[in-house]
């Protein structure tokens, strides 16, 4: 992979960057394709209605768009193809404001100054949120069959202690099954984290579900649970890591491995990827926050032992 990832890197610096741009957009267009045909075959279906109505009554679709107008739209188009009539919430910082026109159930779209960042974005559209539970997604994403909406809703209805369920990204140009990238988040304990979880990391609630101190940034949540936690303002771009320090302790988030969305970020898009890369700023001031933060905890900690001894 690191060999694959150094070739990609030398074609973004050559002159074949554009023609790798569209040309790997067409290869994931394909393999959208050709995942959602095998999926088919297996027997993996979209939702009933039922199902789907149950969804739309409940969950509204919210996420940040930025300079990716195609993929917002085709995400629009994509929600409203599995789930007729969902509420969908757009915060979008384009240079080109987005518009989607559409006659019949069109989404909340929030225009912003020229890249204000995505938490400002996603706090924007959490605020336009008035279901009981939200879906976050970013705009270069898709949901898939194996996306199962519906199945987690049912799972955080019936499990109150729970607020939130990851989705397994499965990224475009990679065969790399669902439940090995799951994996990848077993690191992720969050002992660093401000307050220790509410229910240990890696503690498995049934067959499909398993505690996870931070799951991907696709994820079915409580929406006032999320309302509780919100994003910094500060953070323009690297958001999700910070996010999961302030909530663990306030919420439980789990993950079901064998659920997948489509993931489409395109390696050779240089314009883009030259924002997404310029998070600096935000490292230094996570990086401050998280000292000032665990340095105004140790002072807490101090005067409640002062208190104890005091009485």
């Known amino acids: ?32 394709g050709y995942l959602n045909l095998k999926w088919k075959i297996s027997g993996k279906k979209m939702p009933t209605a039922e199902q789907a109505h149950e969804v739309t009554q409940n969950v509204t679709f919210m996420f940040k768009s930025f300079e990716r107008q195609k993929q917002a739209k085709k995400l629009y188009k994509n929600i409203q193809k599995h789930y007729p009539g969902a509420k ?34 996603l706090n924007l559209a959490l605020a336009e949120v008035k279901t009981e539970y939200l879906m976050r997604m970013d705009d270069d994403e898709l949901l898939t069959p194996l996306s199962n ?38 690191e992720f304990d969050m002992k660093n984290a401000y307050k220790p979880l509410k229910i240990p990391h890696l503690t498995k609630i049934d067959e499909n579900h398993i505690v996870y101190g931070k799951v991907p940034n696709i994820f079915l949540a409580k929406t006032q649970k999320i309302k509780e936690i919100g994003w910094d303002d500060n953070i323009r771009m690297i958001d999700h890591h910070e996010f999961f320090l302030r909530a663990a302790g306030n919420i439980v988030s789990v993950m079901n491995p064998n659920t997948a969305v489509f993931h489409i970020h395109n390696p050779f898009d240089n314009y883009y990827n030259s924002f997404r890369s310029d998070f600096r700023d935000d490292f230094y001031y996570i990086k401050g926050k998280m000292l000032a933060t665990r340095k105004s905890l140790r002072q807490d900690k101090s005067c409640d032992k002062i208190k104890v001894n005091n009485k």
């Open 1 to 32: 992979m690191s060999k694959a990832m150094n070739i990609a890197k030398k074609i973004c610096k050559s002159p074949l960057a554009p023609l790798a741009k569209v040309a790997f957009d067409i290869f994931a267009k394909v393999q959208f």
């Open 88 to 121: 969908v919430v757009i915060a979008d910082d384009s240079k080109v404001p987005l518009e989607i026109k559409t006659k019949h159930n069109p989404p909340t779209v929030i225009h912003m100054p020229f890249n204000s960042g995505l938490s400002k974005g």
């Open 149 to 186: 909406i519906y199945d987690e809703l049912s799972f955080l209805k019936s499990h109150k202690d729970i607020d939130l369920v990851g989705f397994v990204p499965l990224t475009a140009g990679k065969c790399t099954p669902v439940q090995k990238i799951a994996r990848n988040y077993n």
